[in-house]
């Protein structure tokens, strides 16, 4: 179950947060032939094109955060022992969660009360808001689940390692010490 | 709380968090959200909507298509095309004229496309096994690809200068022209530079110049294949300023033309598609995270009035505006060293864009300083990340020839940022001449 997670969050986040860019690209290119050569702004278009940035960016998030790519200043954790490093951004991820819970709280809650409320938007041609605000909040609810991810393959990292080090009297690592491990188990 | 105890406590916070490897947008956003809720509990329940109308912007748009187009470039094997033009003619123009090769090619990438490490990579995959070849200087070779690449940020279209405008309001096209006085000038320097340094120790380019100079034939054809170069550009920045296009819309203008160049030379797999769009989906995600986060801090500030009150208490202090810019580019200097230059622009600029206003200095120029100050950490240990490129494309040169190499470059970029600061109208000249 986590490793079929593990595997189709990313995938996922990338496949839409790509066509994202696509329809991005392909929704302004069709207003500028429109405007240009039939003097007539397609409806929708830039509405639409600004809906898509959060998106691209909640649902590539998830994916973004899979490839490593969420920049942290790590020149200082980098002199800590790696067990301790991973305690820090376990710490630093549970508070990450926290933040994250708390907008997808308040961005769902946004959305359910256009729904409830019918609200519409603010351009010549008024398209209800929920719809975009709904997938946003589902991006946001992803980038939480690959987070949530990250966060137990840490914990289970921290986990094994204690376990290697309290089987061992002189708390080595488990690193270190696997293979006699395997072969006290076999015996 | 009186305001020296709320900033302090507030980039305490940050820098706890930030220096302690949480990922910024994590540090940036949990400051943001905690502040928003001890300044007002009730403000806290306003997040889901500040997310929305924070992110639901259409100049924000132009980030993922231009970071895309980028790609593309990078990705399709059009970036190198682009270098085996230009380099025929430096060779037999100049002295070490793969080093100048490195530089031109470095603002011919920028002026289309806009992403520094796209540029950096792109040189250093042709260009440093080329230099390897003619028995270049490893250091000046590799410190010449670091700096083509940090020409990306500044010449337009510039990712750095969306983001810029994006988060002080500042109309993207004035800011596009104020970068283009500067990227030629540094340009200019760079390649002065590398003028000199052969100048005075030829052993650097040691006996290829002459050996295989090419002959003009050669060097025009070779140039002439660099057309999509002025395609691009032409494409991209003549129709911002023509009027046809506005900045998101010339970046879709952009994207197509790569689109069609790229498959017209049969070099568009749907491997190279899905490569530019998976690294598009990275950059841009990891970029405008950081941005909503800072968005919010920038919401917190506004409301706390922590910048205005600040202003008015630097103001008071009667220090030259002078100095108190020179303490920022210190500051944003040493921040560059110790962290990804873009992202320290983006949470930092709610708290000093206000201030540098309020001492009297232009919003563009300062948009444009910003991001040569940018430019500076792309080039200096520890995190300077072109440094990290080239040590990836050649593990085999240790980091210290690196840093040796990119550090005469550093100094060069300081020294064209001290020209902007004596002399702004480098940078305002022609946005006030197109947008009087």
């Known amino acids: ?187 | 709380m009186d305001l020296l105890t709320v900033i302090s406590l507030y980039v305490s916070a940050l820098i706890v968090l930030i220096f302690f490897g949480v990922p910024i947008v994590f540090a940036l956003g949990t400051v943001a959200a905690g502040s928003l809720y001890l300044a007002n509990p009730a403000l806290s329940l306003a997040l889901g909507q500040l997310t929305w109308d924070g992110m639901t912007s259409f100049i924000l748009s132009a980030i993922p298509m231009f970071v895309f187009m980028g790609y593309m470039l990078f990705e399709s094997g059009l970036s190198k095309r682009i270098y085996e033009g230009i380099h025929p003619l430096m060779d037999r123009l100049l002295p070490g004229g793969l080093l100048h090769s490195n530089i031109v090619v470095g603002a011919a990438f920028a002026a289309c496309s806009g992403s520094s490490l796209a540029s950096c990579a792109t040189i250093g995959v042709v260009a440093l096994p080329e230099m390897e070849k003619r028995g270049y200087d490893r250091s000046i070779a590799a410190g010449s690809v670091a700096a083509g690449g940090t020409l990306g940020i500044l010449i337009p279209p510039s990712i750095s200068l969306i983001v810029f405008g994006a988060m002080t309001d500042q109309s993207i096209g004035q800011l596009f022209l104020g970068g283009v006085i500067p990227g030629i000038i540094l340009t200019a320097a760079y390649m002065l530079y590398i003028a000199f340094r052969i100048r005075l120790s030829p052993a650097l380019v040691s006996g290829n110049v002459m050996a295989e100079r090419p002959s003009w034939g050669v060097c025009f054809r070779s140039l002439a294949r660099t057309w999509p170069v002025v395609i691009l550009f032409v494409g991209v920045m003549g129709s911002i300023y023509s009027g046809i296009a506005t900045p998101t819309e010339s970046a879709a203008i952009g994207c197509a033309l790569t689109f069609v160049i790229a498959a017209g030379h049969g070099f568009l797999t749907r491997d190279v598609m899905a490569r530019a769009l998976a690294g598009s989906i990275k950059t841009t995600a990891m970029v405008l995270c950081i941005y909503w986060a800072a968005k919010l801090m920038g919401i917190y500030l506004t409301y706390d009035q922590i910048t205005a009150r600040l202003s008015a208490m630097l103001l008071a202090l009667d220090l030259s505006p002078f100095i108190m810019l020179l303490t920022l580019v210190l500051f944003y200097l040493v921040l560059g060293m110790l962290m990804d230059g873009l992202a320290a622009m983006v949470m930092t600029l709610p708290l000093t864009f206000p201030i540098v206003v309020s001492l009297g200095f232009d919003p563009i120029w300062y948009g444009v300083l910003l991001t040569m100050l940018i430019e500076c950490g792309l080039l200096t240990p520890p995190v300077g990340m072109n440094l990290f490129i080239l040590q990836g494309l050649r593990p085999e040169y240790p980091f210290g020839v690196l840093v040796r190499g990119a550090l005469p470059f550093f100094y060069t970029l300081l020294l064209v940022i001290a020209l902007l600061i004596a002399f702004p109208g480098l940078v305002t000249y022609l946005p006030r001449l197109v947008y009087p």
Do not use: C
Not at chain 1, 43 to 72: D, Q, S
Not at chain 1, 137 to 155: N, P, R, T, V, Y
């Open chain 1, 1 to 187: 179950m986590l490793r079929a997670l593990r595997m189709l969050v990313p995938k996922v986040g990338l496949y839409v947060g790509g066509a994202g860019v696509l329809a991005m690209v392909l929704l302004i290119l069709a207003e500028i032939v429109s405007t240009k050569l039939f003097n007539y702004s397609l409806p929708y278009v830039l509405e639409y094109t600004e809906y898509l940035v959060p998106v691209i960016v909640f649902w590539g998030a998830a994916y973004a955060l899979a490839e490593g790519a969420h920049v942290r200043a790590d020149i200082l954790v980098h002199r800590f022992p790696v067990n301790v490093r991973r305690w820090i951004f376990l710490a630093g991820y549970v508070l990450g969660l926290t933040f994250l819970a708390l907008i997808f709280a308040h961005l769902f809650s946004v959305t359910w009360l256009s729904f409830k409320m019918n609200r519409y938007s603010f351009y010549p041609s008024p398209s209800p808001l929920w719809p975009p605000q709904l997938f946003a909040s589902i991006g946001l609810g992803l980038f939480i689940l690959q987070l949530i991810l990250e966060i137990i393959d840490m914990a289970l990292e921290i986990l094994r390692d204690r376990r290697a080090k309290g089987r061992r009297p002189d708390g080595g690592t488990a690193e270190a010490d696997s293979g006699q491990r395997r072969q006290e188990w076999i015996s």
